[in-house]
Each structure stands twice: as C-alpha cells, then as structure tokens.
C-alpha cells in the first residue's frame, strides 16, 4: 500500500473521530455556558440538518486538507497561512449546510480546522522527513514520537505558526453560525451583492 493510500486512511478516521465527538457535544441537552448564565442567552439545541452539517464540514476538511498537502507538495514549501482559507472554507460549509444556530456547530467547525492544519503539518513533517532518511512516510511517522511532531509544529514551522492556528480555529469557530444581532458581515456581504 502507498504512502498516500496510507495516510489518506489515516486523514479519514481521525477525521471521522472528530465528527463523533461533534455530534456527541451537539447532542448534549445543555451547556455548561448556558448553565453559568443561567438561561439568559437562550442557544437554540436543535439544529436544522446535524448531519448535514458534519458531513459536509467532515468533505471540506479532507478536500482543503488535500489541497493544501498539493499546493505545499507543488510549491515544495509548507505555506501556513493557507490554514485561514481552510477554516474559512470550513466554517462557510458549516453554516450553508447545517443551517443551524447551536454553539455545537461553531466548535465543530473549530475543530475541524485544527485536524486539518494537523493533519497538513503531520504529512509535511512525514514527506520531508521521508526525503532526509530515505525511509518511506510510514515508517517516519510509526518511527517518531508524538513529541518530535509537538518538537515540529511549535519550533521548526516557526513562531507564528500556533498562533496563526489559534486564528483558524477563531474564524472557523465565528464562520459556522450567523449572528442574530445584525452585525453579521457575512449576511451583508451577501445582501449588497444581490443589490448589485
């Protein structure tokens, strides 16, 4: 089995584990938050499609993943500011498809960016790795433990990788649900758009 076969089975069941955990979260009856506030802000619990929203949010993490592992591999450099277009494109899905209003889909959405710039940064690591020692992408990543890929991420990619990570997670997370106080510049992007 290839390296990309391989890993492709990889991306897809941690993928999936995130999707359950979401719907897990989504399904609790009410949230700590809520608990805290004691019910002033009313979230609503049931959301319109659930499923609709973690599939599609679960299709355009796999697709910007890979995406973004091709424009990486095709420029031959690790390009970490594409990890905000992933989390927009992530959250926008999110919000199109599920269609709901419940703090389960914003965390869902954040999540799902934070796997996928993961899963990119895993699949670099593994891909130059592999280029170094001549060993195949598999036996890099069975071969290293998960503090040399930490070792990675917070100082071989560089200092502003974790927190441009954090902003990801931040957009996607504000992305998956529109606003009800009117200030949702979304909503206004697309209203002035139809008036033109």
């Not at 979260?25 to 009410?30: A, E, F, I, N, T």
């Not at 999540?111 to 001549?134: H, K, N, P, Q």
Request: glycine share 8%.
């Amino acid at each position: 089995m290839s390296d990309i076969a391989i890993i492709a089975i990889v991306v897809t069941i941690c993928a999936l584990a995130v999707s359950g955990a979401g719907y897990v979260l989504m399904q609790r009856p009410q949230s700590v938050v809520d608990k805290a506030l004691k019910n002033e802000v009313r979230v609503e619990r049931a959301p319109a499609d659930l499923r609709a929203g973690i599939i599609a949010g679960l299709i355009a993490t796999l697709l910007g993943t890979l995406g973004w592992i091709a424009i990486n591999i095709t420029l031959t450099s690790s390009i970490v500011s594409l990890s905000l277009v992933l989390a927009a494109v992530i959250g926008t899905t999110i919000r199109f498809f599920g269609r709901g209003k419940s703090i389960g889909f914003q965390w869902l959405a954040g999540s799902y960016a934070l796997l996928g710039c993961f899963l990119v940064d895993t699949f670099m690591f593994a891909r130059y790795s592999s280029l170094l020692t001549g060993n195949s992408m598999w036996t890099v990543l069975a071969n290293h433990p998960l503090l040399d890929l930490i070792y990675y991420f917070v100082f071989a990619q560089g200092i502003l990788t974790i927190p441009l990570y954090l902003v990801s997670f931040w957009l996607a997370f504000n992305l998956a649900v529109p606003r009800d106080d009117g200030q949702d510049w979304l909503e206004r992007l697309a209203k002035s758009l139809r008036k033109s």
